[in-house]
């Protein structure tokens, strides 16, 4: 047994005992069952608005392992560190906050793996409403400007800000053009899951000459490198590019990869 598997034990028992604990959940890779032992236990908790407001992020995780540190991220849930660097996510909710459960694009595992309390039966019902996989609209040509042009966007960025000298904020710009490509990627090879974190799993569902291309397009932040993996996404780019946009009976943007060719090659 993973430790983190203990861990969720834990975690169901103490929800199961916290009588101010209306409703809880678990997410992410133990709920979907594709979890190793390198993934974190991540969690919902929707308390009674007097209980949550006793609540104490640190203890509570505390009584379910010791914890090396915990701190807030930046969308409000308490991450916990526990022993091994297990990182558990918490996310200490209000029962006022189930019904926006319905606004997730998709909830990614099994129901029954991911309820652990529904003291009201309030959770399942807004739980069965999502699907389990988010489905990306690949049959709307919308897809070329949400995923494509910021491509292309993100990397003529990325050229000027490495012409310029920037090389860490260029560094920055090409990691976002990377994960557009990802994208890209994707829907070139009609691989589409895990879409809502495009590099999960793509070393296993993208093929290899795909993967190679993509790694090409990774670089430390350096003139050089940058340079080579800058030429490394925009070729990758234009020949994804007309892959997607022939579905719509769409051209790529054959003028600017020349320009931009052109002048990366300078």
Not at 59 to 84: K, R
Not at 235 to 246: M, Q
Not at 247 to 265: C, H, I, K, N, V
Request: glycine share 6%.
């Amino acid at each position: 047994m993973l430790f983190q598997e203990e861990l969720i034990g834990r975690v169901r028992e103490k929800c199961a005992t916290d009588e101010g604990l209306d409703a809880a959940l678990m997410y992410g890779s133990f709920a979907a069952g594709e979890a190793d032992e390198h993934s974190d236990i991540e969690f919902w908790l929707f308390f009674t608005p007097q209980r949550h407001a006793e609540i104490d992020p640190h203890s509570w995780c505390a009584d379910i392992a010791p914890i090396s540190y915990g701190l807030l991220n930046e969308f409000g849930s308490y991450v916990a560190f526990f022993p091994g660097l297990v990182r558990g996510e918490f996310h200490f909710a209000t029962v006022d906050e189930i019904a926006g459960v319905a606004e997730w694009p998709a909830r990614g595992a099994a129901v029954e793996r991911m309820l652990m309390v529904d003291r009201r039966g309030a959770l399942a019902p807004v739980l069965r409403g999502l699907p389990q996989r988010y489905v990306p609209p690949v049959d709307s040509p919308e897809i070329i400007a949400k995923y494509c042009d910021p491509f292309a966007n993100w990397l003529v960025l990325a050229h000027h800000l490495a012409a310029r000298g920037e090389d860490l904020r260029a560094w920055d710009a090409l990691g976002h053009a990377q994960r557009h490509l990802l994208w890209m990627a994707r829907l070139a090879e009609e691989s589409t899951a895990h879409w809502l974190t495009p590099s999960r799993g793509a070393e296993r569902e993208l093929s290899a000459e795909m993967v190679a291309g993509l790694r090409a397009a990774t670089s430390a932040a350096s003139p050089q490198e940058l340079t080579e993996a800058l030429r490394a996404a925009l070729e990758l780019g234009r020949r994804l590019w007309p892959v997607i946009a022939a579905r719509f009976g769409r051209d790529a943007p054959t003028a600017l990869f020349a320009e931009l060719d052109a002048s990366l090659s300078a």
